[in-house]
């Protein structure tokens, strides 16, 4: 998918959906067109998103133009970080064990369960009297 030094990827996490594009540049983040520091307020996001570049060595070598929608902030920067590691892979392949090894290639497939009928929730049952 890559077009003129352009690498497209999608990550995904609960129901958060990025879809991110790389390219070489100074190590730039803009996530739906707002700053990396703007969008995730929260250090332990901004860690989180930034993890694939730190395991592979290559901070400040990419820009990154980050579409996300869907799930809260969590899910999204979860789904954002999916989306640089699968970007990344693309750009060199010889990545791909230190991002494995790290499990950020591998897509987060827990979501919440449904809630069940003659059921209060998933799982919670509605109060039982004996008497």
Do not use: C, W
Not at 26 to 47: C, K, S, V
């Amino acid at each position: 998918m890559s077009t003129a030094g352009l690498i497209a990827a999608t990550g995904k996490r609960k129901n958060a959906v990025a879809r991110v594009q790389l390219k070489p540049g100074t190590g730039q983040i803009l996530i739906n067109d707002r700053t990396l520091e703007n969008y995730f307020p929260r250090e332990i996001h901004r860690i989180q998103i930034l993890q694939p570049f730190q395991v592979t060595s290559t901070t400040g070598k990419f820009n990154a133009a980050v579409n996300v929608q869907g799930g809260g902030e969590m899910g999204q920067a979860g789904a954002v970080r999916h989306g640089i590691a699968k970007a990344l892979l693309q750009t060199n392949a010889a990545l791909r064990e230190p991002l494995k090894k790290e499990g950020l290639l591998t897509r987060d497939s827990r979501v919440k369960e449904r809630k069940k009928y003659g059921q209060k929730g998933a799982r919670r049952r509605f109060q039982y009297s004996k008497r």
